[in-house]
């Protein structure tokens, strides 16, 4: 009889880890899907912006300029930006540039109106 209470509380106790592992992996999962979720929303917000100062620069007056921060990695080549994962596309014209680190950068139009960018900070 005291073994089968041994065998039994023993079962009790393995079926409740194993319930908890389950939750566990599960939890895991859903951080995980939500973190990309949400890496993916800044990445498009931040495509976003750059598409929102290009076009203005590039069509202002001579000499214009905007400050302007980023968080994350971007590129600009042709008429695409790359933010991570995303991409968007702009009117206007700008140079290639590799913004390689988060920071604060210059946006600024020449006389061909074309835009370049310079990292201040």
Do not use: H, W
Not at 64 to 78: K, P, W
Not at 109 to 119: I, L, T
């Amino acid at each position: 009889m005291n073994a089968q209470v041994s065998i039994e509380a023993a079962f009790a106790v393995a079926v409740v880890l194993f319930i908890a592992v389950v939750v566990l992996f599960f939890t895991s999962t859903q951080n995980s899907q939500t973190e990309e979720f949400f890496r993916g929303l800044s990445e498009q917000s931040e495509c976003q912006k750059l598409a929102g100062i290009i076009s203005p620069v590039s069509s202002a007056s001579a000499s214009s300029a905007v400050t302007f921060t980023l968080d994350n990695n971007a590129s600009i080549s042709g008429k695409t930006i790359t933010v991570g994962a995303r991409y968007c596309g702009f009117s206007g014209s700008a140079l290639p540039f590799s913004f390689v680190s988060p920071g604060t950068f210059r946006a600024s139009r020449n006389s061909q109106g074309v835009v370049g960018f310079a990292k201040i900070a």
